[in-house]
């Protein structure tokens, strides 16, 4: 199996657009790396890619890791599917990047979604110009990753629900808002489990992490009062679905997967800065922080 982070930010990534807080400030001197929202890609044969979330931003994405790029044909793509673990814009509105000319019938990728998230869709006209073959993430059952026509990607898919947030724009908890994804190489049983928006640990969960050989998980905040203690806008993590890194590495340091992993950072996390005391703690967990760009290939 061959995972490539492709953006490890939360919504709105590092520097966030609107924001100059002190590591979005750094960011954009150069003293902090920056990162794109949150996607993996992920691949059995370095020749056909699925997508973990496709945030707005996923074009850029696709100019700065040429493997994405189109082959052979004047039109095309090597990805050929689409796992969404929400709704949220930034995990789903990449999509939009997927369209094309109503002359052309084509579904160009398959796009994997919970029942609930694939309705939220369906109420936005403009995600009809989107070219996909749409596919149902049912919870818990094991089902082939396949492209738009049906093609093998060599790997399986299952959805996890688990307790994080509604869609901003859609204020409204629902079992199917939020999973998580566990993909695993059918040739070899490598299973990744992927988890960025996380509130609670059920043993759902739990179990999926224990049975995966890569964990990686939701990283946004390092404590719950981050937000609130910055903008008197702010709300704190817990009630916009997260679990902070300070409850979360605990649990994270007694997995027995291979690699451990956080992303999903949001701006205004001291897990960005590489010589912070969180980014210390994390590290002598055993557990990492994701960047943008890093790849891993397991069983190596």
Not at 21 to 34: D, Y
Not at 198 to 223: H, K, M, Q, Y
């Amino acid at each position: 199996m061959h995972i490539v982070f492709l953006g490890t930010g939360g919504g709105g990534g590092l520097p966030q657009w609107n924001c100059n807080c002190l590591h979005c400030e750094q960011a954009r001197a150069g003293r902090l790396p920056t990162r794109m929202e949150a996607a993996l890609a992920v691949s059995a044969d370095d020749a056909t890619w699925v997508l973990l979330d496709a945030p707005p931003e996923i074009r850029a994405m696709f100019v700065r890791y040429p493997f994405l790029s189109p082959r052979g044909a004047v039109r095309g793509t090597p990805i050929r599917a689409v796992v969404l673990t929400h709704g949220d814009v930034n995990h789903c509105g990449g999509l939009l990047n997927f369209r094309g000319p109503i002359s052309d019938p084509r579904a160009y990728v398959s796009v994997y979604a919970t029942a609930w998230v694939r309705s939220l869709m369906a109420q936005n006209p403009m995600f009809e110009a989107v070219k996909a073959r749409w596919r149902d993430l049912a919870p818990g059952a094991w089902v082939p990753l396949l492209g738009p026509a049906g093609e093998d990607t060599g790997l399986l898919v299952r959805g996890v629900p688990v307790p994080g947030k509604p869609p901003t724009y859609r204020w409204e908890d629902h079992p199917e808002a939020t999973v998580a994804v566990q993909v695993r190489e059918r040739t070899t049983g490598a299973t990744l489990l992927y988890a960025p928006i996380v509130r609670e640990i059920p043993e759902d969960l739990e179990r999926a992490a224990d049975e995966s050989d890569i964990l990686v998980f939701d990283g946004t905040f390092w404590s719950d009062d981050e937000l609130t203690a910055i903008d008197p806008y702010g709300r704190s993590a817990y009630s916009i679905g997260h679990i902070p890194v300070e409850a979360s590495l605990p649990w994270m340091a007694q997995r027995r997967a291979s690699l451990r992993v956080y992303t999903h950072i949001n701006n205004t996390n001291p897990l960005n800065d590489p010589t912070s005391e969180p980014t210390r703690q994390v590290r002598a967990a055993g557990v990492r922080v994701a960047e943008d760009g890093w790849t891993i290939r397991y069983p190596e």
